[in-house]
């Protein structure tokens, strides 16, 4: 495309310029200016170049999923961007919009950020990137990301620590857990073995899971697992017990 353009200009040392409406976008263009004066003088510029770009770059997110929890406190943002410059991560959990951080030299494709984010919180996230021609987007909608990295905290009740249990073989074991989100499920352990499990759960609540146990020497705890399978235990305890049926002994017998 060629532009021809004559311009006068009578005053010496000033600027000119020259303004055109109908490049194409996507388009290089080369360009020159040459000038004389009224003596018969000329001179031009060398070529320059020029690309149209009118269209900004287009962001998809890619993970954390929309809505979803991750259970650790790195987390890694994931997005797709269409043209090569910069992105800025912005997050926002207390209604207000910040950059958390920015790549100024992105490639096009899938790049991601990865960013250290409190614990027991939801944020939405977005990313905003330009082109080299200052074209600026961001992704059609936020998402939501929130953390839950904190195991449940158990405690045990009772029986007490070095207990000798003499009260029969069928003992409750009473424990309480505590969490921000809900527990799935907790289990009676002893002696490192999964023995008891209970899916309903009643958190910051005494719970109770009852079992038999031949008279011995035994350790117990509780594991619970959270809604996001954070694993939380309580500490051990060691229980002693003696059945409290008595002990009959069948010796020989002669008449």
């Not at 899971?209 to 939380?232: A, E, F, K, M, R």
Request: aromatic share 10%; with cysteine; charged share 10%.
């Amino acid at each position: 495309v060629n532009y021809t353009m004559a311009k006068n200009n009578n005053n010496t040392n000033t600027w000119a310029n020259y303004t055109i409406i109908d490049l194409i976008e996507g388009t290089n263009y080369s360009y020159y200016v040459w000038c004389n004066d009224t003596a018969g003088n000329e001179n031009q510029t060398g070529d320059r170049s020029l690309f149209v770009d009118l269209t900004a770059p287009t962001i998809t997110l890619l993970s954390p999923a929309n809505d979803s929890t991750s259970t650790t406190s790195i987390t890694t943002f994931d997005f797709n961007v269409t043209e090569n410059g910069a992105c800025s991560l912005y997050l926002n959990t207390s209604g207000t919009w910040g950059i958390n951080t920015t790549n100024n030299s992105v490639i096009a494709g899938g790049n991601n950020f990865v960013v250290g984010l409190s614990d027991n919180t939801s944020w939405l996230w977005n990313i905003e990137c330009n082109d080299s021609a200052g074209n600026y987007a961001n992704a059609s909608e936020n998402w939501t990301l929130s953390i839950d990295a904190t195991a449940p905290v158990v405690h045990l009740i009772s029986l007490s620590n070095n207990t000798f249990w003499n009260a029969g073989r069928t003992i409750n074991f009473t424990y309480n857990v505590t969490d921000v989100n809900n527990i799935t499920s907790c289990s009676l352990i002893i002696n490192s073995v999964t023995n008891q499990t209970d899916s309903t759960i009643t958190k910051n609540v005494s719970q109770i899971i009852t079992t038999n146990l031949n008279p011995g020497n035994y350790n117990w705890s509780v594991n619970c697992t959270d809604q996001y399978d954070n694993i939380g235990t309580s500490e051990t305890f060691n229980l002693t017990t003696g059945g409290g049926e008595g002990i009959c002994d069948y010796g020989n017998y002669s008449s």
